[in-house]
């Protein structure tokens, strides 16, 4: 994959991540303070999805669109309670880490890797707060394992 496709995809996976979090949010089924905590890392996914786009654009990339709505949320598997939606938030936010972190090798220009590597920590850290919220130990693993076959 070229370094535009590279940040095409991972700017996909931001635009998954921003509908998921306002479909959570649109549910009515979470608290106050988790609420607060869901609009928050959707604000991070948001300021991603800016960043991955510009810099796409300023390469000459078109950046991948964003889906409507309910394109998304038939991905989605079925979210009934609050612990179901952190429960996803959980494996959405497992996987965006892994997938930043896996990219950064895949990257010709290092400064992108870098750019990779920054927001996979960022996911990480969405990551062990979910689990910690949910009394599972907030770092399961010393290294973020990125086959999880």
């Known amino acids: 994959m070229s370094d535009v496709e590279l940040l ?5 996976g931001e635009h998954f991540g921003i509908a998921a979090y306002q479909a959570a949010l649109d549910s009515g089924l979470l608290d106050e303070g988790t609420a607060a905590v869901a609009k928050a ?10 960043r991955l786009a510009s810099v796409v654009a300023e390469r ?8 409507p709505a309910d394109s998304y949320a038939a991905q989605f598997p079925p979210l009934a309670t609050a612990a ?12 965006a880490a892994r997938a930043s972190v896996a990219s950064v090798a895949e990257y010709e220009d290092r400064q992108l890797a870098l750019l990779a590597a920054r927001i996979g920590a ?12 949910t009394g599972q130990h907030p770092v399961p693993s010393p290294f973020i394992e ?4």
């Open 84 to 95: 179901d939606i952190v429960t996803y938030a959980i494996e959405l936010e497992a996987g």
């Open 41 to 50: 890392f959707q604000n991070d996914h948001e300021a991603h999805r800016d």
């Open 146 to 149: 990125l086959d999880v076959s």
């Open 60 to 67: 000459g990339g078109e950046p991948v669109p964003s889906l």
């Open 8 to 12: 095409n995809a991972g700017l996909a």
């Open 122 to 133: 960022v996911e990480a850290q969405h990551w062990a707060v979910l689990l910690g919220a």
